[in-house]
């Protein structure tokens, strides 16, 4: 006879808490199957370690301790210091407290308005070079160049440049000049 598996009954089978004909099937059981055999091999051995730990009683005086403290913290007394956040209702009020302010900070960052494009502090024209010698500031133009605010655009005597004035249009810059971009806006 193979019935179900006793490892659950293991704990009962030792303490002797299982009726006659449960630990007869038991102990058949065991014989039998190798899995439930070493369940109980575990087990028994590790009851048996328990048994051998020598029972200890706490001394008088440790339990006087622990009632002077009980009586000293704060939170014993009602109304006193932190005592109130102690109880489970009143933890539990302030997380959900805590989780509504995250709630409504979710909600306002979702909702709020858009920020504005960001300003270009930084107002610069784009050079090219058409022909001859273009210089900004102190650099020859190659082909392309960033006219920034304050800086000056210099043609010699066969030169000629173009300038894109922000995004209205294009100036030529003739040869023999010299302008310099105070502004942009
Ligand atoms: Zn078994």
């Not at 006793?6 to 030792?14: D, W």
Request: hydrophobic fraction near 40%; charged fraction near 20%.
């Amino acid at each position: 006879m193979f019935s179900k598996h006793v490892s659950k009954n293991i704990s009962a089978y030792c303490h002797g808490e299982l009726s006659v004909d449960e630990s007869r099937e038991f102990s058949e059981h065991i014989l039998a199957c190798a899995r439930c055999r070493s369940a109980y091999e575990e087990i028994k051995l590790g009851i048996k370690f328990a048994e051998q730990l020598p029972q200890l009683s706490p001394s008088a005086s440790l339990w006087q301790n622990i009632e002077a403290k009980i009586e000293t913290t704060p939170a014993s007394r009602p109304g006193s210091g932190w005592a109130f956040l102690n109880s489970w209702q009143t933890q539990l009020a302030a997380a959900a407290v805590v989780l509504l302010v995250v709630a409504v900070l979710g909600i306002w960052w979702m909702r709020r308005p858009p920020l504005p494009p960001p300003v270009n502090t930084v107002a610069s024209w784009e050079v090219e070079r058409v022909n001859g010698t273009v210089r900004v500031g102190s650099c020859d133009v190659e082909k392309k160049a960033q006219l920034t605010v304050g800086e000056w655009l210099e043609t010699d005597g066969n030169s000629v440049a173009q300038v894109a004035v922000s995004s209205i249009g294009h100036v030529e810059v003739d040869s023999n000049t010299r302008i310099r971009l105070v502004t942009s806006a």
